[in-house]
């Protein structure tokens, strides 16, 4: 028999970012999270030293770019 360890921890990661993105695009429906979610988190921990993240989000502002319009204009 084949071992689907790692099939099924990618199944599992690939399901939650799935759901993420879903959720992050507002097209939920019942599972919809209230108040429009900006940012997510998916993980997944398999064997022994197998672990994955992904962090997903509707945008990330850009800082440095705002820092420096806002030294020029003071």
Known sequence: ???????DEAD??????YELVTQLR???GERQVPGGPKA?????????GTAAVAV?????P??????RAASRNP
């Not at 850009?62 to 820092?67: G, H, L, T």
């Open 56 to 60: 997903l989000s509707t945008g990330v």
């Open 62 to 67: 850009d800082v440095a770019s705002k820092q």
């Open 12 to 17: 599992s990661v690939l399901r939650q970012v």
């Open 26 to 28: 507002g097209r939920a």
């Open 1 to 7: 028999m084949k071992d689907r360890s790692f099939d």
């Open 40 to 48: 997510g988190c998916a993980h997944v921990y398999g064997a022994p």
